[in-house]
């Protein structure tokens, strides 16, 4: 009897779903009415603004790796801080999102 009442209740959530769906295009404008991208110049930026920028591109890439420790996942200690990224890697990761910035292609969402 379970089985029977899960079957019709299933069967009739999945015949009213096309009744019940949301239009897509409601939750987003327009792109006509959408503003246009603003241009960013890279090199009229302030090193600050660029960080800024950048950061945004690249996520959380940008915020340092936090060492593994096996006794933080066995005992529930509190990780610790994350360690920067060198000179070097920071320099890498603006030089690969200026680069995207000049092709004007978003970044690949993992």
């Not at 800024?52 to 933080?72: I, N, Q």
């Not at 890697?89 to 292609?105: F, G, L, P, V, W």
Request: proline share 10%; glycine share 2%; net charge negative.
């Amino acid at each position: 009897m379970k089985t029977l009442l899960l079957s019709l209740t299933a069967a009739a959530a999945l015949l009213a779903a096309p009744a019940i769906a949301q239009d897509h295009a409601d939750h987003h404008p327009a792109t006509e009415t959408a503003a246009p991208a603003k241009e960013m110049d890279m090199s009229a930026m302030t090193d600050a603004e660029m960080h800024a920028h950048c950061k945004a591109m690249m996520g959380r890439k940008m915020e340092g790796r936090v060492p593994h420790d096996h006794s933080v996942d066995k005992l529930g200690h509190v990780p610790p801080p994350a360690t920067p990224p060198s000179e070097a890697e920071m320099k890498q990761m603006h030089d690969k999102c200026a680069a995207m910035m000049a092709k004007e292609t978003p970044p690949k969402a993992k």
